[in-house]
């Protein structure tokens, strides 16, 4: 039997193991779990950032590829090239994934929080100035001076 235990280990070392986590054991090992995981997760953002970077670069050669294609067809039967192409171009190109964004600094959010203000307080001033305007107008139309 101990033969056994020697040469296949000992099947109740993993228990304890586990046992000894979860009951008390080491108090040092959160930091070093929580430093893992926020490297852990840095390393996963950044290997997800370089997907979508080669992904992007992998499409941008194949249409490249595909208006090579193209341009050779419109050049073998005359074709002329259609102005759409150009239009795509003036277009805004589209933000990036929302979920791949900068985060703002809390700097930047007051900074926007107070332009909203401001946007606020500007608008409640037109509209009180439209408001006197109005008053005015009716009250001179009332008057007469001699």
């Given at each position: 039997m101990s033969k056994y235990l020697l040469e296949f280990g000992n099947p109740w070392r993993k228990i304890d193991k586990f046992l000894d986590g979860a009951v008390g054991g080491d108090g040092g090992d959160d930091a070093d779990d929580k430093e893992k995981a926020e490297e852990e997760e840095?390393?996963?953002q950044?290997?997800?950032r370089e997907a979508e970077e080669r992904r992007k670069e992998k499409h941008r050669r194949m249409e490249e590829e595909r208006e090579k294609m193209r341009q050779d067809i419109r050049d073998k039967y005359n074709?002329?090239?259609?102005e759409e192409v150009v239009?795509?171009?003036m277009m805004p190109q589209e933000e990036p994934n929302p979920l791949m964004r900068k985060k703002k600094t809390p700097e930047e959010l007051a900074a926007e929080a107070e332009q909203e203000e401001l946007d606020d307080?500007?608008?409640l001033k037109n509209q009180i100035e439209t408001q006197v305007n109005e008053l005015k107008t009716q009250i001179e139309g009332?008057?007469?001076m001699q």
């Open positions: 840095r390393e996963r950044e290997a997800i074709i002329k090239k259609k239009e795509q171009q307080f500007t608008k009332k008057c007469v």
